[in-house]
């Protein structure tokens, strides 16, 4: 499952390589860290002769494989047409002696600044290159690969490389080793774009900074006023020591609080986009820049919806664990015998658990069929019918279910004074704002008149009476407001 | 992990583009939907020169990538050579004005009907555009694409897209253009197909529903059998008010019946398929349909048992969060100290929660391996042995702990009379059936005499006493018994 | 979700069959079991027209797909240039008959040795297939795909076909055959590595052999121990019959303890790997091969560990469904009410509990989310930073989260006398071992003078002072140490 199926030989013999089957391709590297050694693995492993020049020939041999031929720079450069130039950017000019042997040849830039270097110098590594050996082909190409990743080679065949030159002839060389080394090449245009290539392996998690910190904020939201309502207020009030509830009972009364808020921003944005349009009477006008960052941002933020769900989920089960519920429920059985009750129930509450608790079970499992499905390997098996149904329908199903779970646990706390600690109503009353707008909006929109309204408008209609010719199923706004 | 890695200048260049690469391709689009918007996208980071005719290309230009020009029908579909038709069925006869300019080219049909129009109609969208453009190219792609997929790239690398076309010529340009955007072209032969690839992204999770529906269906079958034993029953007989229980309880006596019988209904057809191979005495003979049927929907029905598996664990973790179980504690205890009885302990009820609550947990455990292994990101990269010692192996010790755990809940209760309410035996006794006729005969498949047989039937061998030469490990046959 | 998108006419044109679209490449197929039936059906589908070789073609027409021609081995061979042999080793000889006329033409052995078979014949399939006819083409390929692929087709387009054979243009046609039916193929260079080919689809999960012995030999260990102190000293010393707690309680404090110290060994060797590095003064070492196979099976191990977690919060949560705890919950009552303690309540114990109970909650719950990103789909969606970032960075906050949801579990009980039964210390102690070395080493490695040595060796710095010219970031062994 995790040793690639195939490590050694790799050759994926394909257009020029096949030509002359009879006569390997020669390639240079230069360089001889982990890059140097990985990329002359995987080099070798798909049938091509490998020449590396170091500095220290002698030493840096054992570290290559046996088929790579380790020499002296100087005589590294001389045959390949193709060289990778495995090396620091601080080195580069140390280069400048072999620029007469280079001459005409293809320079491949490998290298990865780190995010300092990036930030520091306004010119790629790949263009320093460049304007080092103006009379080279310069191409840049495999900074996103790891030495890990070359070395025990690309497991399911898709790893795409981004390739930048602005020599077409040299580009199309590289993409077609590329190819040969079992990965997709995927052509980013001249070298201009090696700024942008060289950014890739320094982003981390790009599309999850504003929905993690919106997550972030409304657990620290929520937490502080269930603080003020189950901890401070009782102090306050009646001098009882609750802080023991810190751990565990305040963070699961602030879990479900953020894990149903982000449900509902996930099919907030799309009610806006079906609003907007019904207004606008027509989709041929851009949504404004931060309801389309919204729309495009619904998939992390319901992923953290559904990290938190399966969280609250586990705390309430730890409920029964504590040390605290064990004494309480001591103590009321104490307490009872000596009040001489010798029979305790309260059926409202009975139904109320027990509905409540059905109703959760019932939202979470909706939930998970959710993150399965968005999953990238399950996500592409599915045709865009079969993922609407899902993430729109089912999507749908649980925020109601998280609603009736919420109203259920509620049921007429709302409505009773003692329920409003410092005058703060209680935490569940906060949260359902949304989500009834939401449902009411999507009760609203499948009114036949204004749903007939929509979907005209979804095909291409304007208010302005001129129909335009689109594509019976206009896949994009569809998607962007199939959450309506 | 969201973003695509590469979202411009998408370019692969490959076969007739590469062979000038001086001179870019010129592709025109008819239509000014979205999805002609994102195919244009599309098409521009390919490589492409687009022209998009729109009636009122003023307008649409600011819709379109810059690079894209807009322009009217007539002169976009001037000198390209392959035209896009983004635009409804309804609206194709509107191009007939352009008839002569398109004669001799190759027209694209990238549109999907909704499931209204391809019921009513009986020719498909492409065939429609045939006919009305006899001098024309028709080729059937991209359908299956939706337009966000197109915009944002296949992320990783191998989409599928089916093409059709009379002309083989003409398929065959636009394969190498499906390569060129990122896609994989099948081809799925002439353009009869079309109606077959136009209903592809009309489908809804086609092979679910007989196993949902089997899901269903046995929910309902168990849940009334649990109603009428834990809440009818006392309320007819007793007088009692248990109706509390419908939510949670009778639902958390439901679930596991329901995995249990699904869990064993996907190792059924593979005791069924070596019975029937061992009568026969031959492996070439069809089996009935009705059995190749159940085979070949085995994924779906072991989904379904596990996803009410953890449901099943959900609500039994659950059990101690709802009052009735803390009143019904606080209860014991008040009535213990008024019986005077000082301690309480019945050793056999303790060990039998204890080896039915390990067994269930366990259970669950192996099954939840199973379900990863379904994955398909993970069952792509396990060889045949691997997978099937998972899926049969490691499935069957599943059905094996399930049987166990079923058997320590009903301990010695089927034999207790005061059990039989209504005269209906308890329930897990109705589940105990099939299993345990698998784990039967998969004993007897085990004794030398039998599987030695069934060994050699899979080889090739025939009761006839005629060898025929096949493969040593017959993969398909295997698979298709390999739960036995 | 199931089902392929695409099951008939999967035809994927390119190189040499482009070339004549008009003239179908015709191929033979010798063998009539489910393989060659599987192979027929795919073949048919990607274009070829096919032709298969039996000794009874008018029994075996029936089972094949009705454009393949079925007929006896002599007039099968005739025409195809390329022929499959997919027959058992022992039946090879059978073909000498057609050795006339099989002269010249390419033999692919598509046929897999069952594991007796593969240790006994020192000789691969292939090869013996090469010796019997030296007049042919011998390729070793398919024998990875089973039937059932073949048949259903490569759902993800990139299942890898490795083929090997000494006759390179053979090869090479057979490379453009498996591309043409949807399989990325992979050379494997000379018929030599027919034996490891042929081994490939024996393996049974190489690389978990290890970790699962590792993880079964800790769980008997701590199991023993546990036993030995939980149950064995209280019925020695006191006569206390504790044996119930074998199913549940003792499994469940013997699962943290494998879950944490395997945890804890995915962080070992790159401590030990810096370490290493850090008195070496250089990476131009190889690590011993104790140390590189520790951090190649990393993963394993954590999954391993992920796997005893969730089963230890799973167990933790059925505690109190038990009878047990029932039992002992209202002997308790029954207990205070007898003593007439009317309020029991422990603030240390109460704390202590819910601290315990809210980290274990999120060490699982970061856990998780190294487990999801393990999953292939995700890992390659991930680029280097992000991977190593949630790993790394996340899983050592996972190893952070449990020792000390473990301390507050042991809170003082390590220091009290009457802990230590039998003299053995209480377990967690023993686990604890390890993870603080982790942590503390961690730390050390934070300190300005070592991290900054420590870096510079990474950048290919060495003690002797000489600078080495390699690539900025050395992906492979950050990879390999970045666990530190």
Request: net charge positive.
């Amino acid at each position: 499952m995790d040793k690639p199926l195939i490590s050694h030989h790799l050759v994926d013999s394909d257009g020029s390589l096949a030509e002359a089957p009879s006569e390997v391709p020669k390639v240079g590297i230069l360089g001889s860290g982990d890059f140097a050694r990985s990329l002359a693995t995987r080099l070798v492993g798909s049938g091509f002769s490998v020449v590396v020049g170091s500095r220290n020939p002698k030493r840096m041999a054992g570290l290559f494989p046996s088929a790579a031929r380790v020499t002296l720079q100087e005589e590294a450069v001389g045959s390949p047409e193709v060289i990778f130039v495995a090396m620091f950017r601080e080195h580069y000019s140390t280069l400048c002696g072999l620029s007469d042997q280079l001459a005409g040849k293809i320079l491949v830039d490998v290298s990865n600044p780190t995010e300092r270097e990036h930030l520091q110098h306004h010119q790629s590594n790949a263009e320093y290159l460049a304007s080092l050996f103006p009379t080279c082909a310069v191409v840049k190409a495999f900074n996103v690969i790891s030495a890990w990743t070359l070395q025990s080679g690309p497991r399911d065949g898709n790893r795409q490389v981004p390739i930048c030159s602005d020599q077409p002839e040299a580009k199309r060389t590289v993409l077609e080793m590329v190819r040969a080394m079992g990965f997709t090449p995927v052509d980013m245009g001249s070298l201009a774009s090696a700024q942008e290539v060289e950014a890739m392996p320094l982003r981390l998690f790009p599309g999850w900074k504003v929905p993690a910190l919106l997550a972030l904020g409304l657990f620290i939201f929520f937490y502080a006023y269930n603080f003020v309502r189950d901890v401070l207020e009782p102090y306050v009030q009646e001098g009882k020591n609750k802080f023991y509830k810190l751990p565990v009972f305040v963070v699961n009364t602030t879990l479900p609080c953020v894990a149903y808020v982000l449900l509902s921003l996930v099919y907030l944005p799309g009610v806006l986009a079906a609003a907007l349009q019904l207004r606008r009477g027509t989709k041929y006008q851009r949504f404004p820049d931060w309801l389309d960052h919204w729309l495009q941002h619904r998939k992390q933020i319901g992923l953290l919806s559904f990290f938190c769900a399966p969280l609250h989920a586990l705390y309430s089960l730890c409920l029964p664990l504590r040390r605290s519920h064990r004494y309480d429920l001591v103590n009321l059985a104490v307490k009872q015998v000596l009040t001489n009750k010798s029979h305790l129930w309260n059926e409202e509450e009975v139904w109320r658990m027990e509905i409540y608790l059905s109703l959760g079970v019932l939202a979470l499992g909706m939930l998970s069929l959710l993150a399965v499905t968005s999953l990238p390997s399950i996500a592409n098996s599915l045709n865009w019918r079969e993922f609407s149904f899902v993430q729109s329908t089912l999507g749908f199903v649980a925020l109601v279910l998280s609603t009736l779970h919420t109203l259920t646990y509620g049921w007429t706390r709302a409505f009773e004074e003692s329920r409003y600690k410092f005058f703060l109503p209680p935490t569940f009353t906060l949260t359902l704002l949304v989500p009834c707008v939401i449902i009411l909006a999507k009760g609203l929109f499948l009114l036949p008149c204004i749903s007939r309204r929509l979907t005209k408008i979804r095909r291409g209609w304007e208010k302005d009476g001129f129909v335009r010719f689109t594509l019976p199923v206009d896949h994009a706004l569809a998607q962007k407001t199939s959450h309506v």
